[in-house]
């Protein structure tokens, strides 16, 4: 290659970088731990994702694949000893108490110049005590599942699209003779999970923004009495509530054809069709209370607060956040969280039972960014919805919840 075809390929490479929001800079080799679910061979779409980003750039990427369930405990002891990663994958639930134990990098003037190309939900996941922590890499939301044809038999012909409609439904499909229900639903920490849409939809919160515990209002407790009363005065979900701890149990009654409705992400797709081929369901959107709310999941990328190649992270995590996140997340059968994913073209372009997902990406709530989140939905949260199930009173239970919130955040 001569001087000038070298140094015009590398102003091309500078313009490029430069409009992604990269530096061009020395090289540098980057160790990036991803959820494995995303590196899980490799012809994964993420390696050669990575090879595009080392050949832009020229930084070299370590990828080490961690498994959900080990990650953030790994993560915690690693960057807790001044080791980890320099890039990692991170659910959005363990970003707040990563951030207040000082381990991962404040990126809020980094990411300040592109704040607008995400999705406001998912942007907000990322965020702990006004600053910006995290990336948002991918994106999901709960909507609702629909078994069309006992909704038919149901003498309903169409989904429920409103909260009204929605408890008609339920209790219509449910046929004690048959042992069929309108609504699967989770125990404990899975069901809390589901519930937190119906309070949102409800005009109630959690923790608000101001870090004011809100779950003893109106707005939480009737949301939370009015799901609970499916199973305890409707008898609309199966027995099955009380004890389901994971998404395999909550799924079960629906791919059996016993539950006509299940409340999940889009993770749930591929299981469903898995454990039932034959199974007839559509996707809607959440039934909508007093107004549209789902609640997003999903993984972020942040830096190592001790990395010594802060810049190149930097870059990676724009470079995977970024606008070609769209294409590298369609590959994936997952949402990107940028703004560019909602457009009508883009939502067009996925599978139709992954189109209401991202129909429904504005009315998308991050949960309570707070350092004690992890025990506040595992403990408080999780056993109020068991003890609403077994017949305490809601608005008694969440009650006892405002109180042990508080107490845990020193309010």
Do not use: C
């Amino acid at each position: 290659m001569t001087v000038h075809k070298f140094l015009r390929k590398s102003a091309v490479s500078a313009a490029i970088a430069i409009g992604l929001g990269l530096s061009p800079a020395m090289a540098d080799n980057i160790v990036f731990w991803v959820n494995s679910p995303l590196a899980s061979g490799p012809d994964a779409p993420i390696y050669a994702e990575i090879k595009a980003f080392e050949k832009e750039t020229g930084h070299t990427v370590e990828v080490q694949p961690v498994a959900h369930m080990e990650m953030e405990r790994n993560l915690f002891v690693a960057l807790s000893g001044g080791a980890g990663p320099d890039v990692m994958a991170l659910d959005i639930a363990w970003v707040a108490g990563l951030a207040d134990a000082g381990l991962i990098a404040d990126l809020s003037e980094k990411s300040k110049p592109f704040a607008a190309e995400y999705q406001a939900g998912p942007l907000a996941s990322g965020r702990f005590d006004q600053r910006q922590y995290a990336m948002p890499l991918y994106t999901n939301n709960v909507a609702l599942f629909v078994n069309d044809r006992m909704l038919k038999e149901a003498g309903i012909d169409k989904a429920p699209a409103n909260w009204d409609e929605f408890h008609k439904a339920a209790v219509a499909m449910t046929n004690k003779d048959k042992d069929t229900y309108g609504l699967t639903f989770g125990g404990s920490r899975m069901g809390a999970f589901q519930l937190y849409s119906f309070i949102w939809e409800n005009g109630g919160d959690i923790i608000d923004e101001t870090g004011k515990v809100r779950v003893g209002e109106p707005g939480a407790v009737d949301a939370v009495d009015f799901l609970a009363k499916l199973y305890t005065e409707n008898h609309a979900m199966p027995e099955s509530v009380l004890t389901a701890g994971s998404w395999d149990e909550v799924n079960a009654p629906f791919i059996q054809e016993r539950a006509g409705m299940l409340i999940s992400g889009d993770w749930a797709l591929s299981a469903l069709e898995k454990g039932n081929p034959k199974l007839e369901f559509s996707v809607h959107p959440l039934p909508t209370g007093k107004q549209a709310a789902t609640v997003i999941g999903g993984y972020n990328l942040a830096i190592n607060a001790n990395s010594s190649v802060q810049d190149a992270s930097w870059q990676l995590a724009r470079w995977l956040t970024g606008p070609r996140s769209v294409e590298l997340m369609h590959k994936y059968n997952r949402l990107s969280a940028t703004v560019a994913a909602t457009t009508p073209e883009a939502i067009a372009a996925l599978p139709e039972k992954q189109r209401p997902f991202m129909q429904q990406a504005d009315a998308g709530k991050a949960r309570p960014v707070v350092a004690a989140w992890s025990q506040i939905h595992n403990e408080i949260i999780a056993n109020v919805w068991d003890s609403v199930l077994r017949g305490k009173p809601a608005k008694d239970a969440m009650a006892e919840a405002a109180t042990a919130i508080q107490g845990l955040l020193g309010q």
